[in-house]
T-cell receptor, first 115, second 114 residues
Framework: AQTVTQSQPEMSVQEAETVTLSCTYDTSESDYYLFWYKQPPSRQMILVIRQEAYKQQNATENRFSVNFQKAAKSFSLKISDSQLGDAAMYFCALSTNFGNEKLTFGTGTRLTIIP | DTAVSQTPKYLVTQMGNDKSIKCEQNLGHDTMYWYKQDSKKFLKIMFSYNNKELIINETVPNRFSPKSPDKAHLNLHINSLELGDSAVYFC?????????????FGPGTRLTVL
């Protein structure tokens, strides 16, 4: 079985500042993928960033980057230069390959941006 | 153009009724999913289909029956609705079964059972 844990139910950050959301996971698979999805108040789930476990280099997408610590099974999301539009629920998720390619989600972190 | 669409967006019904939620994707994807998000925002997989074939069934009560008439559509029928079925149901699709694939989500259907 695979599990994903997000220990921060809520976070807040001042606009233009940097914030880090934490995620830990557990899986017995050696080949897996990690994701951060964003769910704004509109409810639409949107992929923010993706990391392949076999890649040592941390993924980056514009203002979003991850700190992937494979040995510690940790996958945190850093948002730089926070903007009002970043306010949302953020879900960490894990997927493995054929036969178990469903997304296993964490419980989410609600991020508030303070103007 | 909406990539993954669901109808209806809101559904309010009485306990014991039967209801259906429809999902369509115009991305040409092979794989589709149903997820349930409960009142605490926890998201959990229910079913997955690949090219109309059921590949994941996560111990969901058999009152829930998915149907995929073609690979662009995945519908969810729920019999004898219970209060605990109240949730937001999300349909998603991905290019194929690869675990690395991005899943594209629909807007969700908020089901309220009274």
């Amino acid at each position: 079985a695979q599990t994903v844990t997000q220990s921060q139910p809520e976070m807040s950050v001042q606009e233009a500042e940097t914030v880090t959301l934490s995620c830990t996971y557990d899986t017995s698979e050696s080949d897996y993928y990690l994701f951060w999805y964003k769910q704004p108040p509109s409810r639409q789930m949107i992929l923010v960033i993706r990391q392949e476990a076999y890649k040592q280099q941390n993924a980056t997408e514009n203002r979003f980057s991850v700190n992937f610590q494979k040995a510690a099974k940790s996958f945190s999301l850093k948002i730089s230069d926070s903007q009002l539009g970043d306010a949302a629920m953020y879900f960490c998720a894990l997927s493995t390959n054929f036969g178990n390619e469903k997304l296993t989600f964490g419980t989410g972190t609600r991020l508030t941006i303070i103007p | 153009d909406t990539a993954v669409s669901q109808t209806p967006k809101y559904l309010v019904t009485q306990m014991g009724n039967d209801k259906s939620i429809k999902c369509e994707q115009n991305l040409g994807h092979d794989t589709m999913y149903w997820y349930k998000q409960d009142s605490k925002k926890f998201l959990k997989i229910m079913f997955s289909y690949n090219n109309k074939e059921l590949i994941i069934n996560e111990t969901v009560p058999n009152r829930f029956s998915p149907k995929s008439p073609d690979k662009a559509h995945l519908n969810l029928h729920i019999n004898s609705l219970e209060l605990g079925d109240s949730a937001v149901y999300f349909c998603a699709s991905s290019q194929d079964r690869g675990g690395h694939r991005e899943q594209f989500f629909g807007p969700g259907t908020r089901l309220t059972v009274l």
